[in-house]
């Protein structure tokens, strides 16, 4: 364990400012964790995340933490809009990836083998996913549909068919990221994400199908149509090639413009966000936003009408239950100092936690707190949880389980064996492009998401709502 | 006397397919410098070795099918992102010319032998796509017939780059002994995963730091990944460059 950490409260550890931190650092953890787990890495990042002009409250570890670009993956870290600043590594190449969950009228143990194997092959084959997996369109999108596209947000895709109005109040920010400039994206960023709209994408993506597989608020879940049983549909996804081109033109920019020199790390670099690079920055990054909104929002489109073909339901019938961000700049209002206060909150590989009563979430959800999804691995669970709404890290949560072991680990672990059978071993059916991908995403590559969560639980972030068993997963 | 069928050759390093055209695959692949007949190996003892410390990166651009008129062999043409092996080769056939070691008089041909006949030549021109590669060691081989091949000594080199593990996304150490090397070895590296890159590659580009090495090697990124696609986000701009006597490296760390 650091020997830097000080206990705060429970699951909280404080970093206690040194050097030119100019807020400590909140580690949200279990003991156990600090103890078997290696942090330095992420730890030394929450530090440098400290020393940013502009911070308020703490620099922030979820406890899904691992080393990332500037930022842990994990880290939250929330801005005075007139003095702080807006970092495109505290909000990360693939802008706005995030998870949707969906729920379906069909308790999964009815789907027998052979509807399981037609569905996944139905998605498989309708929906890209893997390395430059663009969709093939009948018609190419205009330059006015994508302009509208990126302002709209996941709007776009409703009015285009690909949806219903319903699903843009169960989507975080009803899936608009205000603000949104065509003329702040470079051509290559458009040119890059295309033909990519409505597609998986590589690495860690996926689209899961799976069941209820137990309810652990019992009350809640009822109020969310939530039931044992049930089947899911887990959709994990981002802004593809146009959200990393977006922060790859900005990290150029920023460098080459010296927002760098006296930082600890060049990934961290950032602009003042009053600044007209820092407002280019938020109007660019708003569009992918938006941009990733509509992706998740075609998907699901497309897992509905993969659901219709093969079950025959009806597309409406598959009912949204939220959608969150996990990399994303978002402008807040919350309490500093007993005074509402506008903030920019920086979340990277952390979702927002809202808690009941707040103001930007619909009727339902207001009276709850909203949907927190976590994602695990494709051999254990994923969770649905509730937002508490923690001033303490800005209500925010974690965002998955956090990998465990390299890819270069994982590959080595599972040469000469066969990741497919094991997994069908286990139940689950797995699809993919390439044996590598499925080999690097092998439960063992992921911490235990039992474990996250009890650390979430423990430092009242969020709330279990229900753990979610994968038996169909499609992998980017 | 102990006479052997010997060659210099280097050992060559690529991701080599997993599956291949039918023939008499070359279990070895190297790349012959000079071809010395029946000798002494203690002739060549002290023959010139590599001026160059990393190992140089090439990429396989086409087909040969050799000789020509009626070929027997199936082979790549290897170019080389730089000089220095394409030199050193005359560096070697002018030493050993000059010791009466070796006759050829047709210039030296970059090419890794890959299998014998019988083979459809069609089938391996259809197969055949870019792929990075590297000279991974100086060798004295000796030819024992039957397209095997035994290396009596080497000469190492040291790896232009090597994968390292880190949690979330791809990492790699690349080795280089100046800055546009430094470059050559990340794409490669990256090539390795991805060769599409080698598609868009930028040849001699002038730079002069590792920001723009990190710039130029995410514009290739882009362009690859809007033409063909790409399993990359982006190569990161983590760390600094660390000179370890005559040698550059860098961790290289990239978003996948």
Same mark, same amino acid.
């Not at chain 1, 705060?8 to 100019?22: C, D, T, V």
């Not at chain 1, 092959?121 to 018609?139: A, C, D, V």
């Not at chain 1, 690079?277 to 929002?297: C, D, L, P, T």
């Given at each position: 364990?650091?020997?830097?950490?000080?206990?705060?409260?429970?699951?909280?550890?404080?970093?206690?400012?040194?050097?030119?931190?100019?807020?400590?650092?909140?580690?949200?953890?279990?003991?156990?964790?600090?103890?078997?787990?290696?942090?330095?890495?992420?730890?030394?990042? /929450?530090?440098? #995340?400290?020393?940013?002009?502009?911070?308020?409250?703490?620099?922030?570890? *979820?406890?899904?933490?691992?080393?990332?670009? $500037?930022?842990?993956?994990?880290?939250?870290?929330?801005?005075?809009?007139?003095?702080?600043?807006?970092?495109?590594?505290?909000? $990360?190449?693939?802008?706005?990836?995030?998870?949707?969950?969906?729920?379906?009228?069909?308790?999964?143990?009815?789907?027998?083998?052979?509807?399981?194997?037609?569905?996944?092959?139905?998605?498989?084959?309708?929906?890209?996913?893997?390395?430059?997996?663009?969709?093939?369109?009948?018609?190419?999108?205009?330059? @006015?549909?994508?302009?509208?596209?990126?302002?709209?947000?996941?709007?776009?895709?409703?009015?285009?068919?690909?949806?219903?109005?319903?699903?843009?109040?169960?989507?975080?920010?009803?899936?608009?990221?205000?603000?949104?400039?065509?003329?702040?994206?470079?051509?290559?960023?458009?040119?890059?994400?295309?033909?990519?709209?409505?597609?998986?994408?590589?690495?860690?993506?996926?689209?899961?199908?799976?069941?209820?597989?137990?309810?652990?608020?019992?009350?809640?879940?009822?109020? =969310?149509?939530?039931?044992?049983?049930?089947?899911?549909?887990?959709?994990?996804?981002?802004?593809?090639?146009?959200?990393?081109?977006?922060?790859?033109?900005?990290?150029?920019?920023?460098?080459?413009?010296?927002?760098?020199?006296?930082?600890?790390?060049?990934?961290?670099?950032?602009?003042?966000?009053?600044?007209?690079?820092?407002?280019?920055?938020?109007?660019? *990054?708003?569009?992918?936003?938006?941009?990733?909104?509509?992706?998740?929002?075609?998907?699901?489109?497309? /897992?509905?009408?993969?659901?219709?073909?093969?079950?025959?339901?009806?597309?409406?019938?598959?009912?949204?239950?939220?959608? /969150?961000?996990?990399?994303?700049?978002?402008?807040?209002?919350?309490?500093?100092?007993?005074?509402?206060?506008?903030?920019?909150?920086?979340?990277?590989?952390?979702?927002? @936690?809202?808690?009941?009563?707040?103001?930007?979430?619909?009727?339902?959800?207001?009276?709850?707190?909203?949907?927190?999804?976590?994602?695990?691995?494709?051999?254990?669970?994923?969770?649905?949880?509730?937002?508490?709404?923690?001033?303490?890290?800005?209500?925010?949560?974690?965002?998955?389980?956090?990998?465990?072991?390299?890819?270069?680990?994982?590959?080595?672990? =599972?040469?000469?064996?066969?990741?497919?059978?094991?997994?069908?071993?286990?139940?689950?059916?797995?699809?993919?492009?390439?044996?590598?991908?499925?080999?690097?995403?092998?439960?063992?590559?992921?911490?235990?998401?039992?474990?996250?969560?009890?650390?979430?639980?423990?430092?009242?972030?969020?709330?279990?709502?229900?753990?979610?068993?994968?038996?169909? /997963?499609?992998?980017? | 006397?102990?006479?052997?069928?010997?060659?210099?050759?280097?050992? *060559?390093?690529?991701? =080599?397919?997993?599956? =291949?055209?039918?023939?008499?695959?070359?279990?070895?692949?190297?790349?012959?410098?000079?071809?010395?007949?029946?000798?002494?190996?203690?002739?060549?003892?002290?023959?010139?070795?590599?001026?160059?410390?990393?190992?140089?990166?090439?990429?396989?651009?086409?087909?040969?099918?050799?000789?020509?008129?009626?070929?027997?062999?199936?082979?790549?043409?290897?170019?080389?992102?730089?000089?220095?092996?394409?030199?050193?080769?005359?560096?070697?056939?002018?030493?050993?010319?000059?010791? @009466?070691?070796?006759?050829?008089?047709?210039?030296?041909?970059?090419?890794?032998?890959?299998?014998?006949?019988?083979?459809?030549?069609?089938?391996?021109?259809?197969?055949?796509?870019?792929?990075?590669?590297?000279?991974?060691?100086?060798?004295?081989?000796?030819?024992?017939?039957?397209?095997?091949?035994?290396?009596?000594?080497?000469?190492?080199?040291?790896?232009?780059?090597?994968?390292?593990?880190?949690?979330?996304?791809?990492?790699?150490?690349?080795?280089?002994?100046?800055?546009?090397?430094?470059?050559?070895?990340?794409?490669?590296?990256?090539?390795?995963?991805?060769?599409?890159?080698?598609?868009?590659?930028?040849?001699?580009?002038?730079?002069?730091?590792?920001?723009?090495?990190?710039?130029?090697?995410?514009?290739?990124?882009?362009?690859?990944?809007?033409?063909?696609?790409?399993?990359?986000? @982006?190569?990161?701009?983590?760390?600094?460059?660390?000179?370890?006597?005559?040698?550059?490296?860098?961790? *290289?760390?990239?978003? #996948?």
């Amino acid at each position: 364990m650091s020997n830097s950490l000080v206990p705060f409260k429970p699951g909280l550890y404080l970093l206690p400012p040194n050097g030119a931190m100019r807020v400590p650092g909140l580690i949200v953890a279990t003991q156990q964790q600090l103890l078997s787990e290696e942090l330095e890495k992420p730890l030394e990042q /929450v530090r440098n #995340v400290a020393t940013l002009p502009g911070i308020v409250g703490y620099s922030i570890a *979820m406890p899904d933490m691992h080393w990332g670009y $500037g930022f842990p993956i994990g880290g939250v870290a929330a801005m005075d809009l007139q003095t702080g600043v807006i970092s495109p590594g505290g909000i $990360g190449y693939d802008i706005n990836c995030g998870v949707r969950l969906a729920v379906v009228p069909l308790a999964f143990q009815s789907l027998d083998a052979r509807t399981r194997k037609a569905l996944l092959n139905e998605i498989f084959h309708s929906i890209p996913s893997g390395t430059g997996q663009g969709h093939k369109r009948e018609k190419t999108l205009s330059d @006015a549909d994508y302009k509208e596209l990126l302002i709209q947000g996941a709007a776009w895709s409703v009015h285009k068919g690909m949806g219903v109005p319903q699903d843009l109040e169960q989507t975080e920010s009803n899936g608009v990221l205000a603000g949104a400039d065509f003329a702040a994206v470079s051509q290559e960023a458009r040119l890059r994400g295309r033909s990519q709209v409505g597609s998986i994408g590589s690495g860690n993506h996926f689209i899961e199908i799976g069941e209820i597989q137990k309810v652990v608020e019992p009350t809640l879940a009822a109020a =969310w149509g939530i039931e044992k049983g049930q089947t899911y549909i887990l959709i994990h996804s981002g802004s593809r090639g146009f959200g990393h081109q977006v922060c790859q033109d900005f990290l150029n920019d920023f460098i080459q413009k010296g927002f760098a020199k006296n930082l600890p790390d060049r990934q961290l670099v950032a602009a003042p966000i009053m600044s007209s690079e820092g407002k280019q920055y938020w109007a660019a *990054m708003a569009a992918a936003a938006n941009f990733a909104f509509n992706n998740r929002q075609q998907i699901l489109h497309f /897992v509905r009408l993969a659901f219709q073909k093969v079950c025959r339901l009806e597309l409406t019938s598959i009912r949204l239950l939220y959608d /969150v961000c996990h990399n994303i700049g978002k402008i807040e209002t919350h309490l500093v100092e007993g005074k509402a206060t506008k903030l920019l909150v920086h979340r990277k590989g952390a979702t927002r @936690a809202y808690g009941p009563g707040s103001p930007e979430l619909t009727p339902l959800f207001r009276t709850t707190g909203q949907p927190v999804l976590v994602p695990g691995d494709m051999g254990r669970a994923s969770y649905l949880m509730v937002g508490l709404g923690n001033p303490l890290t800005w209500c925010s949560a974690c965002h998955g389980a956090g990998r465990a072991h390299s890819r270069i680990h994982c590959l080595q672990a =599972w040469k000469g064996k066969r990741p497919l059978e094991h997994m069908a071993s286990l139940g689950v059916q797995v699809m993919a492009h390439t044996t590598r991908t499925i080999a690097e995403e092998m439960p063992d590559a992921y911490k235990d998401v039992d474990r996250v969560i009890e650390a979430v639980e423990e430092a009242r972030l969020a709330q279990a709502v229900a753990r979610l068993r994968p038996y169909l /997963v499609l992998k980017g | 006397m102990t006479l052997k069928r010997l060659f210099f050759g280097m050992e *060559m390093q690529a991701p =080599w397919p997993s599956e =291949w055209p039918e023939g008499r695959r070359i279990q070895e692949p190297h790349l012959t410098l000079a071809f010395l007949g029946a000798r002494e190996p203690s002739d060549v003892e002290k023959v010139v070795r590599p001026p160059f410390h990393v190992a140089p990166c090439g990429w396989f651009d086409r087909l040969l099918a050799l000789p020509e008129a009626h070929p027997r062999v199936i082979a790549w043409h290897a170019s080389w992102w730089e000089r220095s092996l394409p030199d050193f080769a005359l560096l070697l056939t002018n030493w050993l010319r000059e010791r @009466a070691l070796f006759s050829e008089k047709r210039p030296w041909l970059s090419h890794v032998t890959l299998c014998r006949s019988p083979f459809l030549i069609h089938q391996w021109q259809k197969a055949f796509e870019i792929l990075p590669c590297y000279a991974g060691s100086f060798n004295l081989y000796e030819s024992l017939g039957n397209s095997l091949y035994k290396p009596l000594w080497t000469h190492p080199l040291l790896p232009p780059f090597e994968e390292i593990p880190h949690t979330a996304d791809l990492a790699f150490r690349i080795r280089a002994e100046s800055l546009p090397q430094l470059y050559i070895h990340a794409l490669t590296a990256l090539a390795f995963y991805d060769p599409a890159l080698l598609l868009h590659r930028l040849e001699n580009p002038a730079l002069e730091s590792l920001e723009e090495i990190i710039i130029l090697l995410n514009k290739i990124l882009s362009v690859t990944d809007r033409e063909q696609g790409s399993p990359f986000k @982006a190569v990161s701009f983590h760390g600094s460059i660390q000179h370890l006597g005559p040698l550059l490296e860098w961790e *290289m760390i990239i978003d #996948v």
